[in-house]
Each structure stands twice: as structure tokens, then as C-alpha cells.
């Protein structure tokens, strides 16, 4: 048992009150610059690495539907492939919470040459990236002990709340929904866990679980597939529900099992009509999500009261991490280590293996 990873877990609405005290008080005026750095670009772009790409994926559906085109990008994929697009029209929103990826470092230097605007969105104020860039935002979150836990959701809130400062909104519906997401979270993560102890059945196969949803919880998808590598160490596949209907679904049989989510109300009929759809077909099926009326999807967790949607993203994911960290108890694998994942990548070759945050 590694003691460590389960209370990051548990102690999220915790770390969630010290992030909103810090961008409410002392970390307000480095949103408010970085919102005004992106509103002066006539093109923004969000880009990370692992729990940093998937923690940016609310914000850009946060921003589209408002009419604001702000796609995420890859990191790796900016710095190789879409150089030649930066100018200093182009705002990049760069994630990382340690601010040393090496991926973020390099794409900094190249952003600059272009002359493009960087706003850092970092956990560690002395970083490469936090002195480097032309606006940086910390999230002001504890650390976490091995993986992406308490940071992640970290991130996805100061990020949902740049969005905010972007379009002066920041003390108006966003502000009274973190406070109502974090004491949501306070009582409900506790019974996640204690509910937990009745998922070994499903989690505990060696099939490869499938992670599957839609809009803002593709950030949950793919972070939860990255939750069971890391932690769990053990195949997952993530993909849309869309995109799983276009030829992968002809992998399901009985041995078939995949999380499902739902908590997104524009998709949710058809997320839910995916739901049922595997389970016809003989698959084993989790839902994460608003309960629905008549379904014969078992839900992971009983979905928190009083929990907007907005910040979903942010409870969805906490199944999962309890998922993982069970799931690696159950397989008995070791807890507190990896075997080849740096705790910073801070090279684009070789392997390492010192633990892991990004």
C-alpha cells in the first residue's frame, strides 16, 4: 500500500480550497495579465503533455462555446510539426506543471524566436517555463507524491478560471461553481473510495479496459487511460464514444469492459445510448455520470450532489484514480514507483525511472 497516493486522492478538496484561495487573493493579478495577453492574440493555442494536454481540454471546450477557437495541441506535435505556423498574432498557452518537460522548454524558445506570446500555467513558480514566459499563472496547489493527482485537477481549475479572467467573468457564476464543485467533493471522495472495494470484478481482469466519452470528458479519457499505465501498469485504450462506433467497436465480446462517461448534458443521451448499446452486445460497463433513469449501466460512484457541470472533468476523474490506485493493490503491483517513466521527462530519448510528474 503506498499511504501517500491514496491521501493525494482523499485530500483533493482540500488542495482545491488552497488553489481557489490563491487565485482569489494573491495569484488574482496574474490571471488577470495573462487573460489580457490572450485577448490582445488573434489566435490562442493550448498545449501540454501528458495530465497537462488532458488538464487543457476543458478549457477549450470552455472557450468554443463561446466562440472562441482555442484547440489543444500536443506539445511534442507544436514544436516539430506547426513551427512555421507561429507569429506574433499567436498566443500559446503552454502547460506544465513542473515547467522543466522538456518539450515545454524547447517549444518556449522556439515560440519566442517566433515571436509569439507564451502564458506558463505551471505548479512550480521557479521553473524554466514560470520565469521565462511573457505571463505565467501558478496554480498554487500542494505537490503530489507520485503521479498527477491533486495537480491535475489543480490544473484543470486555474485553467477554467483563466478562461473566466478572459472574459471578465471572474468573481460571476465561475467563482460560486468552484466553491460548490470543491464542498461536493469533500464528502463524496471518501465514499468513492469505501464504494471502491466492490470494483475488483470488473477492474481486476487482464483484458484491456477501454476508457470512452465525449467533449470535456475527453480530458477524464485520456487522463484515466494514463492513470491505469502509470499506475496500475496495465493496458488501456481511450478513445471519443464517437470514434469507438467507427470500426473498434468490433472488438466487443463478453470479455469486454469499458468506463463510460456521462456527464456532459450535450452528448449524455447518446454517451448513455453507447452504455446500453455494449451492454446488449454482452460487455461489462461502468458509468461515470449523472445517474439516468431505466439504465442498466452500473454507475462507479454514486455522481456528487450539487455538482456543476462545468467542473465535471474535475469529478469524473476521481473514480479513476481510485480505479487505478485499487487496481495495482488488487494485481499486487508495487506502489510509490516506476519502472522506467523520469519524474520529470526532461529528455526525448532513453529511459529512466525515478518516478513520474509532468
Known sequence: MNPALAENILSQADALRAVRAH??????????????????SKR???????????????????????????????????LYYHTETFNADTA???????????????????????????????????????RN????????????????????????????????????????GMKAELDATIEALAGWIPECFHWSGGWPSFFASTTPLYVLGRGASLA?????????????????????????RHGPVEVVDEQFRAVVFGSQGVSRDIDHALAEDLLEAGAN??????????????????????????FAPVAEIIPMQIAAYRTAQWRGVPLGRFRLAPMITVSETGLGAEGAAR
Open 23 to 40: 487565485h482569489f487573493s494573491g495569484g488574482r493579478e496574474a490571471l488577470v495579465r495573462a487573460a489580457e495577453v490572450l485577448r490582445s
Open 44 to 78: 490562442i493555442i493550448i498545449s501540454g503533455m501528458g495530465g497537462s494536454l488532458f488538464a487543457a481540454i476543458p478549457l477549450s471546450y470552455f472557450f468554443a462555446a463561446r466562440g472562441v477557437e482555442a484547440p489543444v495541441v500536443e506539445s511534442s506535435e507544436l
Open 92 to 130: 500559446v498557452i503552454l502547460v506544465s506543471r513542473s515547467g522543466e518537460s522538456v518539450e515545454a522548454t524547447k517549444l518556449l524558445t522556439v515560440l519566442q524566436q517566433a515571436r509569439a506570446k507564451v502564458v506558463g500555467v505551471v505548479n512550480v513558480p521557479g521553473s524554466t517555463l514560470a
Open 133 to 172: 514566459a511573457a505571463s505565467t499563472v501558478t496554480m498554487g496547489s500542494p505537490a503530489d507524491e507520485l503521479v498527477a493527482i491533486q495537480t491535475y485537477t489543480a490544473t484543470i481549475v486555474t485553467l477554467l478560471l483563466l478562461g473566466s479572467a478572459y472574459f471578465l467573468d471572474l468573481y460571476g
Open 220 to 244: 477524464s479519457v485520456g487522463a484515466g487511460t494514463l492513470l491505469f499505465h502509470e499506475v496500475a501498469k496495465m493496458p488501456a485504450v481511450g478513445m471519443s464514444g464517437a470514434q469507438f
Open 285 to 310: 460497463v461502468r458509468w461515470v455520470g449523472p445517474a439516468v433513469s431505466n439504465s442498466r449501466a452500473t454507475q462507479l460512484c454514486a455522481w456528487p450532489e450539487g455538482m456543476p457541470e462545468r
